[in-house]
């Protein structure tokens, strides 16, 4: 209890305190101090806890009650004020909508209703908590070393936010927080809409015109989501009376035909936080902004409370089959067509965004199904996801401040340039998409729970999918592998909060891959197991175990074994006479010079965004508009 | 116990496969000699070809190519040792998978151009077949009840009576996992291809050994997936599958002599329509009706 | 006999041949000859070859290509010149910018004159290439296990 109020007081003292002290030096010992305290705090609460059955709390504070409305009122009021100073409408109005629709809801439907259990731990909320407490601070650190070589790329008296951007990421973890451990669906709500919030500022942090237009792109389509929150909050209350959210999934189970309109709706908004088609267009704007914000919307905040929410969902949509099948064909549709559209992107960033929608995509289908082995799945496909896809976009942070570039073809001889970072980079491409790694074996218990569930259009979409997914992941491994010359290491200069990030990052992938067996049998099995009564694990005990010994060779191959070797070096071979052999020049046929070049395979007039968006889009739509239907008809 | 086993399947595997492999190679070209009107090397040939490799000078442009092939053996043997100890067919196709990526990656290590260009197309090639692997690791559990190998001893009849149009399916894919023609886009047998030799053109003595061995494995393993369709009741109807898989094999080098290599926006859309049109009915059928 | 000459794979080069040559070395591969009987394969790539077969005369521009090729073939390895052009120069041993014959560039090891040269003439020149192929592999053989 006290673990859980530390740990959703603590950021907001160190946002507080990081708008104070505004000087370098005291921000890095603000942020390594809070970091640092907000880890040991989560893994306190996280050994309590973890394989643990749910543990609730009596909390009711008159306090927070009245808090609720007011943070309402100060987000619509902030939004408002970004609207009108940039201009948009739409913003301000779907901001009014919500505040309006939240008063409401406040004074008129929830007066009365008291959650006397508002706060809880399970298994999954402290796998959440070690998510934002390790990997979302890890982040917050990082960025310290990063932020400064940021603000010393830009323009000359451009005004220092950082203040602000640090305050904000540390908020940002606190709603997060509050959205895992609320019982209190208000709450939750008053939590999902700061995160909304907090990504808003984040984005729009350079203030420049493509920066605001995504940022507004983000905080329109959340906002919309967030009225589908507020639409299911209304709708539970009408029906089952109360608004706590575990009562409402026992009830709701009782009652399907009831729930399916608000289980709908609390779909909807996790579809929009998780970035799913045709929402998935904010995630991509979102790449504007820092890199460590781009960490940390896509590895463990922001879209993970999407899809923490569905998989929170997961008994519902047993019971309510309309909400199940618009989240399982949205999230396979995503999968495939956002893996498939990957494969035409050369910026590092935006592969990065792409592959984390189509894997959201798949956590949101695995939630969907519902079944035991699918939600074992997706919380294995959180957990991986959220580390690995951290250490992407930190490793890509780092190599764009020293590479100067982006684009996944200027990363070639990376595996020289900076041969640490270039390995860090490879584990976590690796655990993205290839067995033996954590994602994979995931992958693997995705599509044991489709086959078992007689998904066929989910296992096609899985199938054609996973082959687009090696197709984008193996070229981008294959440009960081090259060896040629002996180009200048220029990973020399990169500062230590970056390195000590990529270290924990790098150390957990490996750890949690190597002790999955362990985490599968001892944490999440007996989290199903109370969840729904059975014990349920797809893959098989001894290939996770085998899977673990491959992950460590794999591991001591990567990093103990790709150095200089005995072997004689040659030079390579350019079907002539080559002049230059480092920069692969060679004497062409006009007596002239010419460096060979090879540029990845981008497909771009298969895998182009230009059609398969448009499909996605249409289809996912359709698929969410006939869904709403139904349940409305249903309720 | 089923750990000891794998291991077990896994060692014995990798000493097995490589002679049987390598025999398999050597009657590969004689059979093609003689569909070309030609005599042939000696059985041995492959070995002798291995043995040589082994004998050459140790030089490598990157350095690392030859740990990248390594642990792509390594990997194949995991994967056959999956199979054929009864393990789970799944994560055999997954293991084989990480085998062909460590071959890609050893490819690219060597930034030559051509050797980028054959591994970009290697990647290709994993993506065209990689669909109807997993529709036909489904289709295998539909049929039987279980993604482990061994389920198909407890069945009263073979598993290719109801999977028959995925098998199909699976040997339009076998193709390309073999590298034959018409799908040999990444690197072929025959001299004088534009890539030179794609991926292995910057691979030289034991580096390159160590890919003929990878792909006696493989053609072992590949064969095995084949003759799985074929095998039924207990272990006597083993030499059936053999059988089975051996025909695949005759139709595969049949194919190879006969077709011109296609291009690589062929050879997808064809992998993924057979995938789409094979696996996909087949396992609607088994799975709805 | 070491397994070097049971596996001979060859990389052939025009250097400034008439085409004549050429058009033996890979007849000799046709199933009339049917050199894979040996074990001899068309690599096309230095790399994978032991027996660089040169047809034709090496000129001002070509030498440095010749030389490279060589150079990145792996030892044990052997050279034969193929046709009176690649032993000597041929006819055109006089023309402005012939060097002459192979040997101006790189050790040749067999030569085998004829013009054009026959097949039967290459696969005899080819096998006295496996003896020396033999006896550089037996050395480098040595060599490693000296070392």
């Known amino acids: 209890m006290i673990l859980i109020d530390s740990l959703v007081v603590f950021p907001l003292i160190a946002a507080v305190l990081l708008l104070i002290g505004r000087t370098d030096a005291v921000r890095d010992v603000i942020v390594v101090a809070s970091a640092a305290i907000i880890a040991v705090l989560s893994i306190v609460l996280a050994a309590q806890y973890l394989g643990a059955p749910t543990t609730y709390f009596m909390f009711e504070s008159p306090v927070i009650d009245a808090l609720v409305p007011l943070i309402s009122i100060a987000i619509c009021a902030t939004i408002c004020a970004f609207g009108i100073k940039y201009k948009n409408v739409f913003a301000v109005v779907l901001a009014i909508v919500q505040l309006a629709g939240s008063l409401v809801f406040e004074f008129v439907f929830a007066h009365g209703i008291d959650v006397q259990l508002s706060l809880y731990v399970d298994t999954l909320s402290a796998i959440m908590a070690l998510i934002i407490g390790i990997i979302g601070s890890g982040i917050c650190v990082y960025a310290l070393g990063y932020m400064k070589d940021f603000q010393a790329h830009e323009p000359e008296g451009a005004r220092d936010r950082r203040p602000t951007f640090f305050a904000i990421m540390f908020l940002f973890l606190s709603a997060m927080y509050v959205i895992v451990f609320s019982n209190n669906m208000s709450w939750m709500f008053t939590g999902w809409e700061v995160t909304t919030l907090c990504s808003f500022l984040l984005i729009a942090y350079t203030r420049t015109d493509e920066a605001v237009r995504n940022a507004f792109r983000q905080i329109i389509m959340n906002i919309a989501g967030g009225i589908g929150f507020l639409v299911a909050l209304f709708a539970v209350v009408i029906c089952f009376g109360t608004l706590s959210f575990s009562e409402f999934i026992a009830l709701g189970s009782l009652f399907p035909s009831f729930a399916a309109l608000p289980v709908c709706a609390l779909a909807f908004a996790g579809l929009t936080k998780a970035a799913q088609m045709p929402f998935h267009t904010w995630l991509l704007g979102a790449m504007v902004a820092p890199t460590p914000t781009s960490a940390l919307l896509h590895s463990s905040t922001m879209v993970k409370a999407g899809v923490f929410l569905l998989i929170k969902l997961a008994p519902l949509f047993l019971v309510c089959p309309v909400p199940a099948v618009m989240c399982e064909l949205v999230g396979g549709v995503t999968f495939l067509l956002c893996s498939c559209m990957a494969i035409a992107q050369s910026n590092a960033k935006r592969v990065l965004a792409y592959s984390t929608i189509a894997n959201l995509g798949l956590i949101v289908a695995c939630a969907g199904v519902g079944t035991p082995e699918a939600v074992w799945a997706a919380i294995f496909l959180v957990i991986f996801h959220a580390i690995a896809k951290s250490l992407l976009f930190l490793c890509v942070g780092t190599a764009e401040h020293h590479i100067g570039s982006r684009n996944i073809e200027d990363m070639d001889l990376l595996f020289q340039r900076m041969p640490k970072l270039a390995r860090f980079m490879m584990l976590g491409i690796m655990c993205m998409f290839i067995a033996p790694f954590g994602m994979l074996i995931a992958k693997w218990a995705t599509l044991i729970s489709f086959v078992e569930t007689n998904s066929f259009v989910l296992i096609l979409l899985l199938a054609f999918g996973s082959g687009a997914t090696f197709m984008f992941w193996a070229k981008w491994l294959g440009k960081l592998t090259g060896i040629a010359g002996e180009p200048e290491d220029v990973e020399l200069t990169v500062h230590k909060s970056e390195w000590a990030a990529l270290y924990l990052m790098a150390g957990l992938i490996i750890a949690v891959c190597v002790l999955l067996p362990v985490i599968s049998s001892c944490i999440v099995e007996p989290y199903i197991a109370s969840m729904f009564g059975v014990p349920a694990q797809g893959v098989g005990q001894d290939n996770l175990w085998i899977a673990s010994v491959l992950v460590a060779f794999v591991a001591i191959v990567l990093f103990g074994g790709l150095r200089h070797s005995r072997q004689k070096k040659v030079d390579v071979y350019l079907s002539g006479v080559g002049t230059d052999f480092a920069t692969r020049t060679y004497v062409n046929s006009m007596g002239g010079q010419t460096q060979a070049t090879a540029r990845n395979l981008y497909l771009e007039p298969l895998f182009g965004e230009g059609r398969l968006k448009v499909a996605g889009e249409v289809i996912c739509t359709v698929l969410i508009v006939i869904a709403f239907i139904a349940s409305g008809v249903l309720f | ?289 | 006999m070491s397994f070097a000459t049971k596996s001979p794979w060859v990389i052939h080069y025009d250097a400034s041949s008439c085409n004549g040559c050429d058009i033996e070395v890979l007849a000799a591969l046709c199933p009339g000859f049917d050199l894979e009987r040996f074990g001899i394969v068309n690599t096309g790539n230095p790399k994978h070859a032991d027996i660089f077969l040169v047809t034709g005369s090496v000129n001002e521009r070509n030498q440095h290509v010749v030389k490279q090729i060589y150079d990145q073939m792996v030892e044990p390895k052997v050279v034969v010149a193929c046709g009176i052009c690649a032993c000597s120069g041929g006819i055109f041993h006089d023309c402005y910018n012939i060097l002459g014959g192979v040997d101006k560039v790189i050790p040749v090891d067999v030569y085998v004159p004829g013009c054009a040269v026959r097949p039967e003439a290459l696969i005899d020149g080819v096998v006295q290439a496996l003896d020396i192929l033999d006896q550089r592999a037996k050395a480098l053989e040595a060599k490693r296990k000296g070392a």
Request: glycine share 8%; net charge neutral.
């Open chain 2, 1 to 289: 116990m089923s750990l000891i086993q794998t291991l077990l399947g896994t060692v014995l595997f990798a000493v097995l496969a490589p002679v049987v492999g390598c025999l398999l190679a050597g009657a590969d070209r004689i059979v093609s000699a003689r569909m070309q009107g030609r005599v042939g090397p000696p059985l041995l040939q492959p070995y002798y070809d291995v043995r040589k490799l082994l004998g050459k000078e140790d030089v490598s442009v990157s350095g690392v190519d030859g740990l990248y092939m390594t642990c792509a053996l390594v990997f194949t043997a995991f994967s056959g040792g999956f199979f054929f100890s009864g393990g789970n067919l799944l994560m055999s196709a997954f293991l084989i998978t990480m085998a062909a990526l460590f071959f890609i990656i050893a490819a690219y290590s060597s930034r030559s151009p051509f050797a980028e260009i054959g591994a970009g197309r290697e990647s290709l090639q994993v993506m065209a077949y990689e669909p109807m692997v997993i529709l036909m690791a489904v289709a295998f559990y539909l049929a039987t009840g279980t993604f482990q190998v061994a389920g198909v001893f407890d069945l009263r009849h073979p598993i290719v009576c109801t999977t028959w149009l995925a098998f199909i399916g699976f040997l339009f894919i076998l193709t390309i996992k073999l590298r034959k023609s018409p799908f040999d886009l990444s690197s072929s047998h025959h001299a004088h291809q534009e890539l030179v030799k794609g991926v292995t053109t910057e691979m030289s003595g034991r580096t390159l050994a160590k890919v003929e061995v990878m792909h006696w494995c493989e053609t072992v393993l590949f064969l095995g997936w084949t003759g799985m369709f074929f095998v039924w009741g207990g272990p006597a109807t083993l030499i059936v599958g053999v059988v089975f898989a051996l025909l695949a094999w005759f139709l595969e080098i049949l194919i190879d002599n006969n077709f011109a290599r296609v291009k690589w926006q062929a050879m997808l859309k064809s992998a993924w329509i057979v995938a789409l049109v094979c696996g996909g009915v087949n396992i609607a059928v088994l799975m709805l009706l």
